[in-house]
């Protein structure tokens, strides 16, 4: 990628931390024109490129970006700011060589501006010491015209609202919401638009302190009629799976360019720089405070699937890819402490080990063998409807699903039945409602030797909505208990782009008794879906599906 146009003017290109070489370029030389000054109710900021903004010297709110003269800043006569603003809030300023530093205290919310002398940046911070504040989200508030855009992601006001005042169906049938991401945090670095020669970016943050994990789904951008807007969610109470962390999160970073994309130099990964090091920000923890975690390789994989290593604990998340051909795997910038690493095959977890991090030390694993009992897709099975990998691809309308309200135009029907050995995973829903289709049938043969003997059913499922969950009947001769619901978040997922939740395994032991004798004859496996919670349609209680299979 491209990053010529955030390059500082008149001196070295610097990065935010360490390239893939390892090294580090730092200038000292300032921009033309670098500096601050304040005009009573904002404090102004010229950072010397192309780049001039304005905060609020009462609320902490950025109200204004001008680029190259055009101002940018302005949505529906909105602000950019934490939340939906924070309110009275005490700001300062100062600077230090070719930093300037804005900060802003409201209540035991502590949030940060930084400009570099020479480059069309914005780089922020946020520390959330507890939940004073609802959740921690940043939102670029983008004026109107600015931008053009309407991808499944955008969000675009339309005439029909058809779940909360957040989901919208156009003329055409098509859905619209800020919460279709389509994208996994993990699956990208930076949201934005370009359009005539400019590009306006938000470079996310690593997300250590952020909740979810690598495969989370979250608003990130959204474009409608009054204008546009851009998010950083650093945590986010929608479709959850863990508690909320506190601590400074950042850096993340508005970014301008000639159009192009912004410099990989400012991608996550690269948490700290020798810059930030003296700005004195509480809960800093430079780059010399941070350790590492490597793995020489990981064995046992299928290696059809990618393969990711998480590490977590009450205080801080990190991942990272493993290398397809042979496992090996690094996770740098980790904060002191004990986690529990995770191997993910796919969003499936496979493995877990617990890893200690120390300040500047490296924790070196030897090759993880990966039991093959700990995938269930090892395990012999008579049949098999989709693949253990934690995650609904395959099945029909999987791929909607990340941008698309389930009631979308593009969805297939989500009814109809199913028969093994005809293309029996694309034909199977992947998610399924008491009020929508409850009830779907699965149709398959056994041999006599199979039908003389007892099998386990395994359904898999990647979340739940109001406690949905599988009964099962064979035949009309044997049905299941009804299971315990497993712990899955509580907020709405099946109809905001998400089918992330908790992973989990309903297993039924079906007696040799329920089994058609004949071979020739088709057994009926029916699958309800049941719940004392949930409303009506897509907001019944649900469920997302990973896997189905009849054990041999």
Not at 182 to 189: A, E, S, T
Request: proline residues 5%; positive net charge.
């Amino acid at each position: 990628m491209s990053g010529s146009a955030n390059r500082p003017v008149g001196r070295r290109a610097f990065v935010l931390g360490a390239t893939a070489a390892g090294a580090a370029l730092t200038g000292t030389a300032h921009a033309a024109g670098f500096g601050w000054s304040d005009d009573g109710s904002t404090y102004v900021v010229d950072t010397g490129a192309q780049l001039v903004f304005r905060v609020s010297k009462s609320t902490g709110d950025l109200t204004s970006l001008v680029y190259r003269g055009t101002e940018y800043q302005g949505y529906g006569g909105m602000n950019s700011h934490i939340e939906s603003g924070l309110g009275a809030s005490t700001v300062s300023i100062r600077q230090s060589g070719s930093t300037i530093l804005i900060s802003v205290t409201h209540g035991t919310l502590r949030h940060y501006y930084a400009a570099r002398s020479g480059e069309n940046n914005v780089y922020l911070w946020t520390n959330k010491a507890d939940t004073s504040v609802s959740a921690t989200r940043y939102i670029v508030r983008v004026k109107k015209g600015a931008f053009l855009n309407d991808e499944p992601d955008s969000y675009t006001y339309a005439p029909t609202a058809i779940e909360a005042s957040d989901v919208f169906r156009k003329s055409d049938g098509q859905t619209r919401s800020k919460h279709y991401s389509k994208r996994r945090i993990m699956d990208y670095d930076h949201i934005g638009w370009s359009a005539g020669g400019v590009g306006l970016w938000m470079v996310r943050s690593n997300h250590e302190k952020a909740s979810g994990g690598p495969f989370y789904r979250s608003l990130l951008r959204h474009q409608s009629a009054d204008g546009g807007g851009l998010y950083e969610i650093l945590h986010y109470g929608q479709n959850q799976t863990e508690d909320q962390r506190f601590g400074l999160q950042g850096p993340y970073v508005i970014a301008f360019t000639d159009g192009g994309a912004p410099s990989s130099a400012l991608f996550p990964g690269t948490l700290t720089t020798p810059w930030a090091d003296s700005l004195g920000i509480p809960g800093y923890v430079p780059a010399s405070g941070r350790g590492k975690v490597t793995g020489v390789g990981i064995s046992g994989r299928n290696t059809a699937y990618p393969y990711t290593v998480g590490l977590a604990n009450a205080a801080a998340q990190y991942w990272g890819s493993a290398r397809p051909s042979d496992g090996y795997f690094s996770v740098p910038g980790v904060l002191p402490g004990t986690y529990t690493l995770t191997v993910f095959k796919g969003e499936l977890a496979v493995y877990t080990t617990s890893v200690s991090v120390s300040a500047g030390g490296t924790t070196t694993l030897n090759t993880i063998a990966v039991p093959s009992s700990n995938d269930p897709s090892n395990a012999s099975a008579i049949w098999r409807i989709g693949d253990w990998n934690g995650t609904p691809g395959g099945f029909k309308n999987a791929d909607l699903m990340t941008y698309a309200h389930p009631s979308d135009a593009r969805a297939a029907a989500w009814t109809g039945n199913v028969v093994i050995g005809n293309g029996e995973t694309a034909a199977f829903p992947c998610y399924l409602w008491k009020d929508v289709n409850s009830g779907i049938q699965v149709y398959f043969r056994l041999t006599a030797a199979q039908a003389a003997a007892a099998h386990t059913l395994r359904i898999g499922v990647t979340t739940a909505y109001a406690n949905g969950r599988p009964q099962v009947t064979v035949n009309d001769a044997w049905t299941s208990g009804v299971p315990s619901p497993p712990t899955q978040p509580n907020t709405r997922s099946l109809t905001n782009g998400s089918y992330r939740g908790n992973n989990h395994t309903f297993t039924y032991s079906v007696p040799a008794s329920a089994w058609k004798t004949d071979p020739s004859q088709y057994n009926v496996l029916r699958i309800d879906v049941v719940s004392g919670s949930g409303a009506s349609g897509f907001l019944s209680a649900g469920t997302a599906i990973d896997a189905i299979d009849l054990l041999a």
